[in-house]
C-alpha cells in the first residue's frame, strides 16, 4: 500500500490507459483523509477535468445540496471516483479503464478506512457492490463489505436529467443519515 503522497503522485504519472491521453487533469478525490463516510462516482466530467476536483460542475453542486441535507460537506466526508480521468464525451468508463485505476481506489479506501461508502450511481455500485446491482431496484440498500457498510444512490447528473427520481434520492439520504447514527461514524 502507498502512502498519500507517493498514492497521488502515481496517479498524477499514470498512464495504465488511454484516458491519460486526453486528460487535462486527473481528478484524485477531496475530503479529510480520515472520513468516516465517502462517495465514489463512476468518473470526472468536463469541469472536473478542467479543475481536477470531483464533482464541481451542474452535478457537483446539486450533490453539496444533497449532503448538506444531512450535514455532511466536502468538510467532513471524502469525495471520489472509480476512474480518475475523464472519459470522453463523459461516456461510462469501460471494464478495462476501470480495471486500470481501482487499485488506486482501493489503495484511497485502505488509507481512509472508512466506515460507509456510498456509490454514486450504477457504475460505481456495480464495480464496488456487486457487477448485477441496478441502481433503480437496489439504491438505497446496505450491506456490509469487508468491515465498511456499503450502499448506493443514483447519480446527481442522473438526477438533473430525471428530476423525479429525486424523492427517491431524498429517502436514500435519510438511510445514510441513520446509517451514520447507527456506525458513529463521524462528521
Known sequence: ????????????????CGLCQTRHHVVFGV?????????IGEGPGEQEDLRGEPFVGPAGQLLDDMLSIIDLSRHNCYIGNIVKCRPPRNRDPLETEQDACIGYLRNQV??????????????????????????????????EKNGIWMGATYHPSALLRDVSKRPEAFDDLISLREK???TGAKV
Not at 1 to 16: A, P
Request: net charge neutral; aromatic share 6%.
Open 180 to 182: 451514520i447514527r447507527e
Open 1 to 16: 500500500m502507498l502512502d498519500w503522497d507517493t498514492l497521488e503522485q502515481v496517479c498524477n504519472d499514470c498512464n495504465k
Open 110 to 143: 485502505a488509507l481512509i478506512q472508512p466506515k460507509i461508502i456510498v456509490c454514486l450511481g450504477r457504475i460505481a455500485a456495480q464495480k464496488l457492490i456487486d457487477p448485477e446491482f441496478r441502481i433503480t431496484r437496489q439504491h438505497g440498500r446496505w450491506t
Open 31 to 39: 475530503g479529510p483523509k480520515d472520513a468516516d463516510v465517502m462517495f
